[in-house]
């Protein structure tokens, strides 16, 4: 079983377990597509952007399931006035939506539950009552070594800082295995202290020959390669800093 709040990377997991045979559920916090096919069109050009543009496959009736509360919620919390009341809206989601998880974690009793950060700590506890093996899959990394690049964000010193963090924890020390994204990531979860043996590095490939063109027009100096699916502002903000730090 698959629970993610949102949608990330979690629907190609899904569609390979559902190739090998081995998906009993894939519940996510998004609509998924037969639903916004199911609805009105001009209905459905009134909905966010977001909402249609996040939307996960439909990977049939017996294993797709929506629990899109929580991502409402996580998204009313990005128009609250402060960053407090933001990171509270944020935490009240990802809660909302591990609950409703932990109760479908009980009904049909995987043999595996993969659970993403902030989003599963009950549903954890749930399947370690039912004998139930755990996968964090870490998208990020540690938070320690965020918090050491980037000071400002959820500030650990705040209370809504430390619930976040503690919770993460909580759930990192339920999780029989921890899926990685890079050699970064791992090593710092490593440096947290977790065991070699329970950390797996899935690495997220790309292939070079892509941006081989980019580099051939390089005419000295230094350059930046930007790979993501961020908004434009996100990404001009993330790329000015880069800029600045790199290249004073």
Aim: net charge positive; hydrophobic share 40%.
């Amino acid at each position: 079983m698959i629970g993610h709040p949102g949608r990330q990377h979690s629907h190609h997991f899904a569609s390979g377990l559902m190739e090998a045979g081995l998906l009993a559920e894939y519940c996510s916090g998004q609509f998924n597509e037969k639903q916004l096919d199911d609805i009105p069109k001009f209905i459905r050009r009134l909905l966010p952007s977001a909402i249609v543009r996040n939307a996960v496959p439909f990977l049939g009736k017996q294993v797709s399931s929506t629990r899109p509360i929580g991502a409402i919620l996580n998204h009313l919390a990005l128009r609250m006035p402060t960053q407090g009341a933001q990171f509270w809206g944020e935490l009240a989601g990802f809660t909302w939506y591990d609950w409703q998880l932990s109760r479908l974690v009980d009904r049909k009793k995987p043999r595996v539950v993969i659970g993403y950060e902030m989003a599963c700590l009950q549903s954890f506890r749930t399947a370690k009552r039912l004998g139930i093996e755990c996968v964090l899959d870490a998208a990020a990394c540690h938070h320690a070594l965020q918090d050491r690049r980037v000071p400002n964000r959820r500030a650990s010193t705040s209370r809504v800082g430390r619930l976040i963090r503690e919770r993460k924890d909580a759930e990192l020390a339920l999780a029989d295995l921890l899926i990685c994204p890079s050699l970064l990531s791992a090593q710092s979860y490593l440096d947290a202290g977790v065991a070699p043996e329970r950390i797996v590095i899935n690495s997220l490939g790309v292939s070079q020959t892509k941006f081989a063109d980019a580099a051939c027009r390089q005419r000295g100096g230094k350059s930046v390669l930007c790979l993501s699916r961020m908004p434009v502002w996100l990404r001009a903000r993330i790329l000015s800093k880069t800029l600045y730090v790199r290249c004073r």
